[in-house]
């Protein structure tokens, strides 16, 4: 058994007549980055406020390291909130080092940790500025630095890359990384599924509220199909029509895209290229995660037809 991080267990969670999470479940380990993506409205930052504790669940747990949490387990998360929440009219500096004084720690180290932070993620010329003064993406370094000033042992992050230019997201990214190599839970959600899939150990599919698949993208393209590119250059038009378990996606110049059902003989589709002529290629093409969110996505809206 991996040691217990971060644990969503059995949430559920109701506005009104709307239901947004219906006994959500996942965890997050320590050291690892979940990324947590879904369609707008599917309940991420409700899970989010629930697990920093802003908001109460309506049944199921939030734990860490096997015990319940609690308020004093709760400062030791660092969060960044999706509405952001950084007083406009003070300063950078002493902002952050108020923040870090709120959960905590004694004032030397405050002001050490929020200028280690700003010069980090590279808003250290900006300490005496105030936060309004700020562009969008400078503000969600602040933000960021919000979150880990008073150096957290569980990251939750709503949509921290949202907005940030491709140098302000390797920042951010490579600040992410170091916190789980420090062996810190970091989750966080993005609409951004290629960085997801570039950054992530482990991730949660949620749609209506509830988590639909989640595990390393290696395990999620397991549940699905196997599609196959095949190069070859003087087959006809419907070479592959009627291979026992295929079919044609489409064709792009001389390559033709397949997808074969469970248990289809690949080789058997190998063979038949090999008739038509030569083969340049003969490749199974791996879905990327765009195309699992899809495909997770829309199984369930035919489901619900
Ligand atoms: N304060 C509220 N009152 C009523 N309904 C709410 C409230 N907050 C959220 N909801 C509803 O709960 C559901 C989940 O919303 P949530 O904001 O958690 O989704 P999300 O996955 O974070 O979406 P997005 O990707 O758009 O940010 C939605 O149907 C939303 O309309």
Redesign the pocket.
């Known amino acids: 058994m991996p040691e217990p991080g971060l644990e969503i267990d059995g949430i559920s969670k109701r506005?009104?007549a709307?239901v947004?999470l219906e006994k959500m479940t996942f965890d997050v380990r320590p050291g690892e980055l979940f990324g947590f993506v879904?369609?707008?409205?599917?309940?991420?930052?409700?899970?989010m406020r629930i697990a920093l504790g802003v908001l109460s669940a309506d049944a199921g747990q939030v734990r860490y390291a096997g015990e319940p949490i609690t308020h004093e387990t709760r400062r030791q998360i660092g969060y960044m909130p999706?509405e952001r929440g950084l007083y406009p009219k003070m300063k950078v500096g002493e902002q952050l080092t108020y923040l870090a004084r709120l959960h905590g720690m004694p004032a030397a180290a405050a002001k050490a940790s929020s200028e280690r932070w700003t010069e980090r993620l590279g808003v250290a010329a900006r300490r005496d500025d105030e936060v309004q003064k700020l562009s969008l993406g400078n503000q969600q370094r602040v933000q960021l630095a919000a979150a880990l000033v008073h150096e957290p042992r569980i990251l939750v992050l709503?949509?921290p890359f949202s907005g940030l230019d491709p140098v302000a997201v390797d920042v951010m990214s490579d600040v992410l990384k170091e916190k789980a190599a420090e062996g810190v839970p970091v989750v966080f959600?993005s609409?951004q599924l290629d960085l997801v899939e570039r950054l992530c150990d482990r991730i949660g599919i949620?749609r209506s509220?509830r988590m639909e698949a989640s595990g390393t993208v290696a395990e999620l393209r397991a549940g699905g199909t196997t599609r196959l590119l095949v190069d070859a250059p003087e087959a006809p038009e419907n070479w592959a029509a009627g291979l026992s378990g295929v079919t044609v996606i489409g064709r792009r110049g001389a390559v033709t895209e397949l997808e074969l059902a469970d248990g289809a003989d690949d080789q058997a589709v190998l063979r038949a290229a090999l008739a038509t002529g030569p083969v340049r290629e003969f490749a199974r093409k791996l879905p990327s995660l765009t195309e699992l969110f899809r495909s997770v996505v829309s199984e369930h809206q035919e489901a619900a037809a």
């Open positions: 506005y009104g709307v947004a879904g369609s707008n409205g599917a309940g991420k930052t409700t899970t999706e709503d949509e959600s609409h949620v509220g």
